[in-house]
C-alpha cells in the first residue's frame, strides 16, 4: 500500500510542480510581424523530426464507387437459401376465400 502511496505521490509533485516561464527579450511596443510571417507561421509547413521511421509503403486502393458497384467474387458453394419460418402460421391464418 505504501508503493502506491509513494507513487500517487511523486505524481501529484510533478503534475503541481511549479514552472517558470523564459524571460523574453525586451521590444518595443511598434514593431509587429508583418501579415507575411503571421500567413507564415501559421499556415506554413511545420519541420519534422528526422529520426522518424520512413513510411511504409501505400497499398493500392480502389476506388469508393467500385466498392459499391464492382462484381462480387462468389463463392463455388452456395449455401442452401433459408428456410422461411412461419410459413405455416402464415398458411394457418390466411384469410379464407370467400367465392363456393
Known amino acids: 500500500m505504501g508503493f502506491f502511496t509513494a507513487g500517487a505521490a511523486?505524481?501529484?509533485r510533478g503534475?503541481?510542480?511549479?514552472?517558470e516561464l523564459p524571460v523574453l527579450p525586451?521590444?518595443?511596443?511598434?514593431t509587429r510581424p508583418s501579415a507575411s510571417a503571421l500567413l507564415a507561421l501559421l499556415f506554413g509547413p511545420e519541420p519534422?523530426?528526422?529520426?522518424?521511421p520512413p513510411a511504409p509503403e501505400a497499398t493500392p486502393r480502389?476506388?469508393?464507387?467500385?466498392l459499391l458497384f464492382a462484381a462480387e467474387p462468389l463463392p463455388f458453394d452456395l449455401p442452401p437459401a433459408p428456410?422461411?419460418?412461419?410459413?405455416?402460421?402464415?398458411w394457418?391464418?390466411?384469410a379464407e376465400p370467400l367465392d363456393p
Open 15 to 19: 503534475l503541481l510542480a511549479h514552472e
Open 83 to 90: 428456410r422461411r419460418h412461419g410459413r405455416w402460421l402464415a
Open 10 to 12: 511523486a505524481v501529484l
Open 48 to 52: 519534422l523530426p528526422s529520426d522518424l
Open 62 to 66: 480502389r476506388a469508393s464507387l467500385a
Open 92 to 94: 394457418l391464418l390466411a
Open 26 to 30: 525586451p521590444t518595443s511596443e511598434h
